[in-house]
């Protein structure tokens, strides 16, 4: 496991780390998840310029990016959708509540369901950002 030091550099680290590691590591590698699309995507561009062909690639945020590179069928195999916008009036509305009646929500933690974006509904997906 290795975190990335900067959100902003993410994908130029996640490539160095992992071209480094494919180097030091012939046939080491299964797959990659990455925090997020960017770092996936340096991954994806290490592993394509290595010219290996099965290891996949998995991220976070389901970026337009992230789909065309799904419907290119190669390293890149899958994103996840996560309803921020949900979580973020949810978060409001709680917030207003407290404010108006002084009492905590009774659950500090509410699950979301994400959804998968991969090569079997990348072509209708329509990413958000």
């Not at 030091?5 to 998840?33: C, H, R």
């Not at 890149?76 to 929500?105: C, H, K, N």
């Not at 994400?114 to 950002?129: A, G, H, Y």
Request: no cysteine; proline share 5%; net charge negative.
């Amino acid at each position: 496991m290795k975190q990335v030091l900067s959100p902003g550099t993410s994908q130029e680290e996640t490539l160095k780390f992992v071209t480094d590691y494919m180097q030091a590591n012939p046939d080491g590698l299964d797959g990659v998840w990455g925090g997020w699309d960017h770092a996936a995507l340096g991954a994806v561009q290490a592993i394509n310029e290595s010219n290996q062909d099965d290891i996949y690639v998995t991220g976070v945020d389901a970026l337009g990016i992230a789909a065309d590179e799904i419907k290119k069928d190669g390293p890149f195999y899958a994103t996840v959708l996560q309803d921020w916008s949900q979580a973020v009036d949810m978060t409001i509305e709680f917030v207003d509540s407290y404010r108006e009646t002084g009492e905590l929500p009774e659950e500090n933690f509410i699950e979301f369901e994400p959804e998968i974006i991969d090569r079997s509904n990348v072509d209708s997906f329509e990413p958000k950002f």
